[in-house]
């Protein structure tokens, strides 16, 4: 009676054990991968496995450190050109930390290397070092077809050995980034350097950067925010507070080139260059600025020539200085004594002490 009851019980516990793996699957502990059970991510192994399911969708559970993925050529991107990723990842606010990618001859590096038609939301990056050929991004190398990232943090330090280098994405097409923000260091061997995206036709809304951005080539088209902002793209309630150094033309405190529009955004970080066509917040302008502003005392510019408004610092610092801004809702003035020193910043900026601290605010 006894070896039955315990064959029953192995019976039992085998049958529950082996239904829950044929459940959960995919090399997940849980979840079916869809929107409304998505799989979850809580391991570095885990991470690694999403590029086996590049059109399902994921939730993060833990924070992740990718130190076993360092060595030699690093982490290999999720999606590439010929297989992107087209699904759903939810970072959950929880960090991923020590990515790093060193793959100066691959192009569309970044924690996902291509991305159509996808989600990325609520992604928190921090001690990332990533090297790549061209489209190289902390977060993203390239996000193509109305792709979207929100919610998402980096600090980073990016470098792309030609074109296309940004802490978040190397480059969009079409999409969005809303109410991101990035620290980080980025550089481009020739041109399109910028804090978030290095060139975008999509819209960049409620979103900041700081840290250093730097290109080499001529034209340069560095950017605190994006290097190239292209025809169609937008850049909507946004401000940089990054350096910004170059050894060609067309380098500005928010952006390097412009072909879109830019609307409600500031940029006080410091600008130089070698060559010509260099703005406190636009280097070259070919498209259309409204109601912006810089901070013509630290970024050491002072010629609006249809580029930005300059501004002293005090004024910068002046809510009555941004005509037609929402300080209602998008935008506030913070405390002479925070880490932004009485500068605009945007209202969702109460951000986890966790990020805030790495982040540098």
Avoid at 216 to 238: F, H, M, Q, W, Y
Avoid at 245 to 254: E, N, P, V
Avoid at 272 to 298: A, C, I, M, P, Q
Avoid at 315 to 320: G, L, N, P, R, V
């Amino acid at each position: 009676m006894l070896f039955k009851h315990n064959v029953f019980l192995f019976s039992f516990i085998f049958v529950s054990a082996l239904a829950h793996i044929i459940t959960a699957g995919g090399g997940f502990d849980e979840g079916q991968g869809t929107e409304d059970d998505p799989y979850q991510v809580s391991t570095a192994e885990h991470l690694n496995n999403v590029r086996e399911h590049l059109n399902a969708c994921f939730i993060q559970k833990s924070d992740i450190s990718l130190t076993d993925f360092a060595s030699e050529e690093g982490w290999e991107p999720i999606g590439d050109e010929s297989n992107p990723f087209t699904g759903n990842y939810d970072g959950n606010d929880k960090t991923i930390s020590e990515l790093v990618i060193n793959r100066q001859e691959e192009d569309h590096v970044g924690l996902f290397g291509y991305a159509e038609n996808a989600e990325l939301v609520n992604i928190t990056i921090k001690n990332a070092n990533v090297q790549g050929h061209n489209h190289a991004g902390g977060l993203a190398g390239r996000l193509a077809d109305n792709s979207t990232i929100s919610g998402s943090h980096i600090k980073a330090e990016v470098y792309a050995d030609e074109y296309y280098a940004g802490g978040l994405a190397g480059s969009i097409q079409g999409g969005s980034i809303f109410q991101c923000s990035s620290n980080s260091e980025v550089e481009a061997g020739i041109n399109r350097a910028g804090g978030i995206v290095g060139s975008s036709t999509g819209t960049v809304e409620q979103t900041y950067s700081k840290g250093v951005i730097m290109a080499s080539g001529s034209p340069t088209r560095a950017g605190g925010l994006i290097g190239k902002n292209e025809s169609g793209g937008d850049i909507v309630n946004c401000y940089s507070h990054a350096d910004v150094h170059a050894d060609g033309t067309a380098s500005g405190g928010l952006v390097g080139l412009n072909w879109g529009d830019i609307q409600h955004s500031y940029a006080a970080g410091h600008v130089s260059s070698e060559e010509s066509d260099t703005g406190g917040l636009v280097g070259s302008n070919r498209g259309f600025v409204e109601g912006s502003y810089y901070d013509k005392d630290t970024t050491g510019q002072d010629d609006d020539m249809w580029k930005g408004e300059p501004r002293s610092t005090a004024e910068m610092k002046d809510e009555t200085t941004f005509t037609g801004w929402d300080f209602a809702e998008k935008w506030e003035i913070s405390e002479p004594n925070s880490e932004m020193e009485g500068y605009p910043v945007l209202s969702w900026q109460e951000v986890p002490n966790s990020i805030r601290d790495w982040l540098n605010y």
